[in-house]
């Protein structure tokens, strides 16, 4: 399962090297660009150092533009993995030559207007499979009201994926401690219409995995926080959405392989 992230606890309490404004970027939401800065500081600024004399890490921060195009000319030894690791986190929020731009977006049954000023929910809410019995907000959790909202998230991923044109997934960092028995391995293809019971497993803490397709993903973290990721707007999806009583924000996903999480 993948370390907590900033979703479930305030930014501040993370300890980031640097705190953008959001006027260093016009037009970018204070909350995505601090979950860009989470990522970048994560990472060994010697190793960048080393790999990217010409970029520094106040450049990354400041001048995401002129960083991605910078990013994008690199051709010395191992740059794709730079780019990977550093790039693709600039290009979700600007975007650069030859590299994708993929709309990433925060799925939940959270209601946002019960958000704190750094993102933290602060309504009384489940957030695991095992609380079933137990009172929220003076209301039993139920198996029946469980399970409808599980159905919800996995409708509305696969509602995502087959909005966007994918037929099938990648089995991407699979970590399965409790040893369950799986109908499929890491890098296995799943097609979309089995989907459905891997993601309910993960929704349980029986597993945990990311799906990936070329671009498009799934990735579930802590307390039942989804992250969807396709290339264009999915209008039928957050309609489904709405309609099962979830919650699409745009949203970077902490979740991508070359964060470490």
């Not at 401690?177 to 296995?188: A, I, K, T, V």
């Not at 039942?224 to 699409?248: D, F, H, I, K």
Request: a negative charge; charged letters at 25%.
């Amino acid at each position: 399962m993948p370390v907590q992230t900033v979703d479930a606890v305030p930014f501040s309490s993370v300890g980031p090297t640097v705190v953008p404004k959001r006027d260093h970027l016009p037009g970018c939401p204070q909350l995505d660009l601090n979950r860009a800065v989470f990522s970048l500081n994560q990472w060994s600024l010697t190793s960048l150092a080393f790999e990217l004399p010409r970029l520094d890490f106040e450049l990354v921060l400041r001048r995401l533009i002129e960083s991605a195009r910078e990013i994008g000319n690199l051709r010395q030894p191992n740059s794709h993995k730079v780019r990977s690791r550093l790039g693709k986190a600039v290009a979700r929020l600007v975007g650069f030559p030859g590299e994708t731009t993929v709309k990433e977006y925060r799925v939940t049954k959270y209601d946002p207007a019960l958000r704190g000023p750094n993102g933290e929910y602060k309504g009384d809410d489940w957030t695991m499979f095992s609380q079933i019995g137990q009172k929220f907000r003076g209301v039993v959790l139920t198996e029946e009201e469980y399970k409808r909202v599980e159905d919800a998230y996995v409708k509305v991923a696969q509602t995502f994926l087959s909005e966007s044109g994918v037929a099938a997934v990648r089995v991407v960092g699979l970590e399965n401690s409790r040893r369950q028995l799986l109908e499929f391995n890491e890098g296995s293809v799943v097609p979309l219409e089995k989907l459905s019971e891997a993601l309910r497993g993960i929704f349980r803490g029986e597993f945990w995995c990311r799906f990936q397709a070329d671009d498009e993903f799934v990735h579930v973290g802590w307390d039942y926080y989804m992250y969807v990721g396709v290339r264009s707007r999915c209008p039928a999806a957050e309609q489904t959405a709405t309609e099962v009583g979830l919650y699409v924000e745009e949203f970077v996903s902490p979740h991508h392989e070359e964060t470490g999480n």
